[in-house]
């Protein structure tokens, strides 16, 4: 999509935003896109924001699965990927997700995903992700398409975040970066919908549908309220024992054909991975439009899932791990590497002009291929938002607001403007010279091309 046309669709969505107003029950809004009583009338998305003010004690149960030897052997994983997926579900699978009824656990959103033409619509709190591009997800899928998704944080995770945005009006990134990070145990679970001809994609069979007040297309300002189906759960795990980046990135992939009704026990998995492989610079296994699964044998910091009940999918650039809507160009580890307020850098190197895009497999592409340890911000001048690009987002979310929507939404004066003495020099924003990009999963059409 052109810069122009994004710029015009933003601007729409915060006309809409700002005529709507905001739902909120607490500190932070809930959603930003409340659905038309004409259209929907059940229960409205409640944002999860009681954060834990200690940090919690011990880790989750399934880090003593966690191979003794990290290798590329699918078998070795199996036993962990099957109690990530357990974690994620208990209790959030009979409730559709609905995290504060979850009589397992605690789990808990990011808060300022509201805000903006992506921002977070009121039946389940999804938000905006990234476009569906015809046959990346099957060959028969000849229409395109567009994603949303929803993503909670254990209490360990959420702790951290009660840190960051203690002072809801000074949001302090330094909880997050170097020499700070998200603690041991910190778990992400994140459900990813699809707004599809769902009967197209062979592996939609029996799907698992959700309401949400989406935009009418990915290029549109207009909503309505559709139904959706799941397609991809992504996790990530906060865990100081694997080397190079602190952190594991993996993707459930949604095939209907391994049950016999609708049912979140349908996510397969796709793989994990702890590290970017950087020594890999080819593009042998790439595989945008899939009609089968296509392994690298040569990735030493993944394992990907070779049995029958993975759908045909792309995975990322080379092989690396990525689900079936996210950018085949990069992997899970990659993007979120980028993570760091203000956004220095885009998440991916062809999501800018062509003329700045590198060659594919050179030093300069292969920047975003490297491994980073948790803390370490992508860009010097940024602090690290360590790996969650839902924070990165949420903190450009609210400056925006408050810089240059005035925080319309609150009294007193424009908090940038009060911002000069902080000791957090990174909420004055980037040097005059330095590009700050928007944090968003994929910012157009062109990149699947």
């Known amino acids: 999509m052109h810069t122009?046309?994004?710029?015009?669709?933003?601007?729409?969505?915060?006309?809409a935003l700002l005529v709507a107003g905001v739902a909120s029950a607490g500190t932070f809004p809930d959603f930003g896109y409340q659905?038309?009583?004409?259209?929907?009338?059940?229960?409205l998305f409640q944002l999860s924001q009681n954060y834990p003010q200690t940090l919690p004690s011990g880790t989750p149960a399934f880090f003593k699965l966690l191979p003794s030897k990290l290798t590329n052997n699918y078998d070795s994983w199996k036993p962990y990927l099957a109690a990530v997926k357990k974690y994620c579900l208990a209790g959030n699978a009979e409730t559709n997700w609905d995290v504060q009824k979850n009589p397992v656990r605690h789990w808990y959103h990011m808060p300022w995903q509201h805000y903006g033409a992506l921002g977070r619509e009121g039946i389940h709190g999804l938000t905006k992700e990234a476009p569906i591009q015809p046959k990346q997800l099957a060959s028969t899928q000849t229409d395109s398409g567009q994603t949303y998704a929803v993503g909670i944080y254990n209490d360990i995770g959420a702790y951290t975040i009660g840190e960051v945005w203690k002072n809801p009006q000074k949001p302090d990134a330094s909880y997050t970066s170097e020499p700070n990070s998200f603690h041991d145990g910190t778990v992400v679970c994140k459900a990813l919908f699809a707004d599809i001809n769902y009967?197209?994609?062979?592996?939609?069979?029996?799907?698992?549908?959700?309401?949400?007040?989406?935009?009418?297309?990915?290029?549109?300002?207009?909503r309505s309220v559709k139904k959706l189906a799941l397609i991809q759960m992504d996790f990530a795990v906060r865990d100081s024992r694997v080397p190079g980046t602190g952190w594991l990135?993996?993707?459930?992939?949604?095939n209907g054909a391994v049950g016999d009704k609708p049912s979140w026990e349908n996510l397969v998995p796709l793989g994990v991975m702890w590290g970017n492989d950087p020594e890999l610079t080819g593009s042998e296994y790439d595989n945008p439009t899939p009609t089968e699964t296509r392994i690298n044998p040569n990735l030493k910091e993944a394992a990907i899932n070779p049995g029958k009940e993975?759908?045909?999918?792309?995975?990322?650039?080379?092989?690396?791990?990525?689900?079936?809507?996210d950018n085949p160009l990069s992997s899970c580890m990659s993007c979120h590497m980028t993570a760091e307020y203000p956004q220095l850098s885009p998440m991916n190197p062809t999501f800018q002009e062509k003329s700045k895009i590198p060659p594919v497999g050179s030093k300069a592409w292969m920047r975003w291929f490297q491994n980073e340890e948790a803390g370490v911000p992508f860009d010097k001048g940024a602090q690290s938002t360590d790996y969650s690009l839902q924070l990165a987002g949420a903190m450009a979310n609210f400056y925006d607001w408050k810089c240059n929507q005035g925080g319309v939404f609150v009294d007193g004066g424009n908090a940038c403007q009060k911002a000069a003495k902080l000791k957090n020099t990174m909420l004055r924003g980037p040097a005059p010279h330095q590009r700050v990009f928007k944090v968003e999963r994929a910012p157009g059409a062109g990149e699947l091309q």
Request: charged share 15%.
């Open 4 to 15: 122009a046309q994004r710029r015009k669709i933003a601007r729409i969505g915060l006309v």
């Open 35 to 43: 659905p038309p009583s004409s259209e929907y009338s059940g229960p």
């Open 199 to 222: 009967q197209n994609v062979p592996f939609l069979k029996n799907p698992l549908l959700w309401q949400a007040y989406v935009t009418n297309t990915f290029d549109s300002a207009d």
């Open 249 to 254: 990135f993996g993707t459930f992939q949604y």
């Open 310 to 325: 993975l759908p045909p999918t792309h995975l990322g650039w080379n092989g690396r791990v990525d689900g079936p809507v």
